[in-house]
């Protein structure tokens, strides 16, 4: 079936280091793919958006890249810091279906940084 | 700031007790979601609501009902609580897009 999965469920990157999230999604009808990042304790906290017309869009120190071709979707953090810990997620949105919007997470990947 | 509170952060409730989590959210959002959140499975929806008296199912509804009386405030309610529900329980808003949802703090649910 269609579903977004992580490669890494843990990743453990050096302070000042860059980090990088991948994603894998199976459903190329997927109209945009987002990345939400959940600290310990908190609900989970939009970070990103992207569109599927596009293969790479940036952010304050973070940036998205799609690769169509290979359905795969990653998460760049550049010159991490210790407020990066947390578990990020990506999703994809499946657009409508059966009347509503659908929208599917992956399981998580928990990031840590080491000082 | 967009805020979505909920109305613990902890709860603990005996099997076959009827549980209400209520969620408020302060930014006129017609679109809220209640999801839950286990170990090794990520978000499942369990319902949505898109307006208000108006709700649709999501993934996993079985065991849950909602109510949306009023714009800002959503509920979820299990009419006979199981240890299978022990979970952490999140509820979101969004306006649009519909994807970039504002989550609450999450509620730990456990059922003994």
């Known amino acids: 079936g269609e579903s977004v999965g992580l490669h890494l469920p843990t990743l453990s990157v050096q302070e000042g280091d860059n980090s990088i999230i991948n994603c894998a999604y199976s459903n190329s009808a997927s109209d945009y793919f987002i990345w939400y990042k959940q600290e310990s304790g908190k609900g989970p906290q939009f970070i990103i958006d992207?569109?599927?017309?596009?293969d790479k869009r940036q952010g304050q120190r973070v940036t998205v890249l799609l690769n169509k071709t290979v359905k795969h979707l990653s998460l760049q953090i550049a010159a991490t810091q210790p407020g990066d810990s947390a578990v990020y997620f990506c999703?994809?949105?499946?657009?409508?279906?059966?009347?509503?919007?659908?929208?599917?997470f992956g399981q998580g990947t928990r990031l840590t940084i080491n000082p | 700031d967009v805020k979505v509170t909920q109305s613990s952060r902890y709860l603990v409730k005996r099997t076959g007790e009827k549980v209400f989590l209520e969620c408020v959210q302060d930014?006129?959002?017609?679109?809220m979601f209640w999801y839950r959140q286990d170990p090794g499975l990520g978000l499942r929806l369990i319902y949505f609501?898109?307006?208000?008296?108006?709700?649709e199912k999501g993934d996993i509804p079985e065991g849950y009902s909602v109510s949306r009386e009023k714009k800002e405030r959503f509920s979820l309610i299990l009419e006979s609580a199981s240890t299978n529900q022990t979970s952490m329980y999140l509820c979101?808003?969004?306006?649009?897009?519909?994807?970039?949802?504002?989550f609450g703090p999450g509620t730990r649910l456990t059922v003994t």
């Open positions: 999703a994809e949105n499946m657009g409508v279906i059966q009347g509503a919007q659908k929208l599917v």
């Open positions: 992207i569109r599927s017309n596009m």
């Open positions: 930014m006129d959002h017609e679109n």
């Open positions: 979101a808003s969004a306006g649009t897009p519909l994807y970039e949802q504002y």
């Open positions: 609501s898109y307006d208000v008296k108006m709700k």
